[in-house]
């Protein structure tokens, strides 16, 4: 498999967690583990582009895969990707535990929204579903993610079909 860009080749046990491997394979000490049932979303990564609870998933089954951790999500000159400076400037991190599973599966709302409408509140809500955090209480962080789709759309290129054309009027009411 691939992770964070980089071809990795290892052997496998039939029941090894995806996490274990990252983690202790691998040194990838930013996916955590919460609960090892899927149920708090500290282990989230990303696999073939979407977000995946690594605690339930088996090695095995990554194989061939492109896998992307919280380590391989800075830009190339080390600065913070564009969620990750959202949630800085909303606040949306406190302890840290949690903020390496929310930036993975955020990321994913955050790219699939890019060229189209801004998630609501309520949709950034329920994405968040499967994600626990004890400190932010989710305010924060829903508006770094607000921030982050707003900076996103801005960055994504324009499809205009056909050139616009915008009149405007004067305060005489002539066409300019």
Same mark, same amino acid.
């Given at each position: 498999?691939?992770?964070?860009?980089?071809? =990795?080749?290892?052997?496998?046990?039939?029941?090894?967690?995806?996490?274990?491997?990252?983690?202790?394979?691998?040194?990838?000490?930013?996916? +955590?583990?919460?609960?090892?049932?899927?149920?708090?979303?500290?282990?989230?990564?990303?696999?073939?582009?979407?977000?995946? +609870?690594? *605690?339930?998933?088996?090695?095995?089954?990554?194989?061939?895969? =492109?896998?992307?951790?919280? %380590?391989?999500?800075?830009?190339?000159?080390?600065?913070?990707?564009?969620?990750?400076?959202?949630?800085?400037? =909303?606040?949306?991190?406190?302890?840290?535990?949690?903020?390496?599973?929310?930036?993975?599966?955020?990321?994913?709302?955050?790219?699939?929204?890019?060229?189209? =409408?801004?998630?609501? %509140?309520?949709?950034?809500?329920?994405?968040?579903?499967?994600?626990? *955090?004890?400190?932010?209480?989710?305010?924060?962080?829903?508006?770094?993610?607000?921030?982050?789709?707003?900076?996103?759309?801005? %960055?994504?290129?324009?499809?205009?079909?056909?050139?616009?054309?915008?009149?405007?009027?004067?305060?005489?009411?002539?066409?300019?």
């Amino acid at each position: 498999m691939n992770v964070n860009g980089r071809p =990795e080749q290892f052997t496998a046990q039939p029941n090894e967690l995806l996490v274990e491997r990252l983690r202790d394979g691998l040194g990838l000490t930013g996916t +955590k583990v919460g609960c090892d049932t899927g149920q708090c979303g500290t282990c989230v990564v990303r696999l073939d582009g979407r977000s995946v +609870k690594s *605690c339930l998933v088996l090695t095995a089954s990554a194989a061939g895969g =492109e896998v992307a951790t919280i %380590e391989g999500e800075t830009t190339r000159g080390g600065e913070l990707t564009g969620l990750q400076e959202a949630l800085r400037q =909303e606040h949306g991190t406190q302890c840290g535990f949690c903020t390496p599973g929310m930036v993975m599966a955020l990321g994913e709302l955050v790219d699939v929204t890019a060229g189209g =409408e801004a998630p609501t %509140e309520p949709e950034i809500r329920e994405w968040l579903t499967g994600n626990l *955090c004890r400190c932010t209480g989710y305010h924060s962080v829903v508006r770094g993610v607000q921030r982050a789709c707003a900076a996103a759309r801005a %960055e994504a290129p324009a499809t205009v079909p056909e050139p616009a054309v915008v009149a405007a009027s004067t305060a005489a009411g002539q066409e300019v």
